[in-house]
C-alpha cells in the first residue's frame, strides 16, 4: 500500500526550498532621462531577496541609489544623489560616479610621459582632477550586459578617444556591479588602451549609513588600516613625502566618529581642505586580491560598510564642499558632512611621484581596480 503521506512530505520539502529561489538577485532595466541632446538614459536596478538594492544609471556609470536595511530591517538609501537627469545636469558633484581617466588630482594637469609633455585640462583651480573637464563622470556610457542571480550584475563601456581631455591613446573602458545575496556590492573597473597613457579609476559614491539626506554623517565611526598618509600643499597636491599618522588626526587605525578631530586647527591638511581630503596609504603596491581598507559604523541606524580593495591607496573624503545648495532625493539640503566618500585608486599625482609607483598602462596590458563594498548590521544599540 502506497504511503498517504508521501505526497504531503514531498510538497512540504518543495515548500522549504522555494526560499532559495525566491533569494535569486533580479536586474531590472528602465529609463532614468535623456541628456541634452535627446540620447536615453538608461538605468538598471540590481536587487536582492533581503531588501539590499543598487541602482545603476548610464550617465557616468554611476551609483544613483543604494537602498539596505538598518538594525531593525527598516530600508534606506545611503547614497547620495538625485531623482531626475536635471539634478546631475545642473551640477557637477560626481555623486556615485565612475571617476577618470585619472582619478584624483594631478599637479597642474601636466605629466611627461616616455619624453613627451602631456598638458590635460583644468577644472580644480590650478589642477586638473578626476579627468578635467570632460571626465568619464560627463559621458554617457552604454549598457553592454545585464545578468540575473544568484549574482546579479550590469556591465557599462565607453572609448575615450586619444587626445581627449589631453590623455594620449584610445582607451577602451567597462565597469561592471554586481549584487549578491551577502548585501555585497563589487565594482569592477578594466581598461585597455592602443598607446601608452596613465590610467586611475576610482568610484566617488557619497555614503551616509543613516540615510541621505538624514544630516550629518560626522558620528558615524571610521577605521583605516594605515600607518601614513601622503600630505598635500595649499592646492590639495601630494608634496611626495609620506607622514605617519600616530599622534596626528589622521590615526584612523582604531574606529573613531569621523568628527572626531576634523576641526583640529593646528592640522594644515585639514584647514587647507576644509575637513578631510587626502590619501591613506594602505600599502605601497598594489595587492593580489582585495583586503580591508575601510570601516564605517553607524551608531544610530546600526549599518556597517566594510570596503576592500586591491588599490595601494584610500582617498577619504568629508563631505567638505556641501554647502547646502544641493537638494537630493529626499528633498533636504546636504550640507557640509552629510556624507563621506572612500576611493580606492592609485595615490594622487603619481605621475609626477616617481617614488608613489607608476599609472602607467601600456599596449596589450589590462588595468583593473576592484572594490567591494559589503553592507550589514551590528544588531545591537548604540
Known amino acids: 500500500m502506497k504511503n498517504p503521506h508521501r505526497h504531503l512530505m514531498l510538497s512540504l520539502a518543495c515548500a522549504l526550498l522555494l526560499p532559495s529561489a525566491a533569494l535569486a538577485t533580479t536586474a531590472t532595466r528602465s529609463s532614468f532621462g535623456s541628456m541634452p541632446d535627446g540620447s536615453k538614459v538608461e538605468a538598471v536596478k540590481l536587487q536582492n531577496g533581503h531588501g539590499t538594492s543598487v541602482t545603476v544609471i548610464a550617465y557616468g556609470a554611476r551609483v544613483q541609489s543604494l537602498i539596505t536595511p538598518d538594525r531593525n530591517g527598516k530600508l534606506a538609501d545611503v547614497a ?21 581617466r585619472f582619478a584624483n588630482r594631478i599637479d597642474k594637469g601636466q605629466f611627461t610621459l616616455d619624453g613627451v609633455h602631456h598638458q590635460l585640462t583644468l577644472n580644480d583651480g590650478p589642477n586638473s582632477l578626476h579627468g578635467g573637464i570632460g571626465g568619464l563622470d560627463t559621458r554617457l556610457w552604454k549598457v553592454t550586459s545585464v545578468k540575473q542571480g544568484p549574482t546579479a550584475s550590469v556591465t557599462l563601456s565607453d572609448v575615450s578617444p586619444d587626445g581627449d581631455q589631453g590623455y594620449p591613446g584610445r582607451l577602451s573602458l567597462t565597469v561592471t556591479y554586481s549584487l549578491d545575496e551577502d548585501n555585497q556590492l563589487t565594482i569592477d573597473h578594466r581598461a585597455t588602451t592602443d598607446k601608452t597613457t596613465i590610467v586611475n579609476l576610482s568610484n566617488h559614491t557619497y555614503w551616509n549609513l543613516n540615510g541621505e539626506g538624514s544630516g550629518t554623517a560626522m558620528d558615524q565611526r571610521l577605521m583605516i588600516p594605515a600607518d601614513e598618509i601622503t600630505p598635500v600643499d595649499d ?46 596609504v594602505i600599502s605601497h603596491a598594489k595587492s593580489a586580491k582585495p583586503r ?19 588599490q595601494p591607496g584610500l582617498q577619504f573624503y568629508s563631505g567638505n564642499f556641501l554647502d547646502g545648495t544641493t537638494v537630493g532625493k529626499s528633498g533636504h539640503a546636504y550640507r557640509q558632512g552629510d556624507a563621506f566618500v572612500l576611493e580606492p585608486q592609485l595615490f594622487p599625482d603619481t605621475p609626477n611621484h616617481p617614488e608613489f609607483g607608476s599609472a602607467v598602462l601600456k599596449p596589450g596590458q589590462v588595468y583593473e581596480n576592484r572594490m567591494v563594498y559589503r553592507f550589514s548590521t551590528d544588531k545591537g544599540g548604540k
Open 80 to 100: 547620495l544623489g538625485y531623482n531626475t537627469m536635471d539634478g546631475y545636469l545642473s551640477k557637477r558633484q560626481f555623486f556615485g560616479a565612475t571617476v577618470g
Open 235 to 280: 592646492t590639495l597636491i601630494p608634496t611626495g613625502a609620506f607622514l605617519a599618522v600616530a599622534g596626528t588626526p589622521y590615526d584612523f587605525r582604531q574606529a573613531k566618529a569621523i568628527g572626531k578631530d576634523v576641526r583640529d586647527g593646528h592640522s594644515h591638511q585639514l584647514m587647507t581642505g576644509k575637513g578631510y581630503d587626502m590619501n591613506w
Open 292 to 310: 580591508l581598507v575601510a570601516q564605517v559604523e553607524s551608531p544610530d541606524s546600526g549599518r556597517v560598510l566594510r570596503l576592500y580593495s586591491d
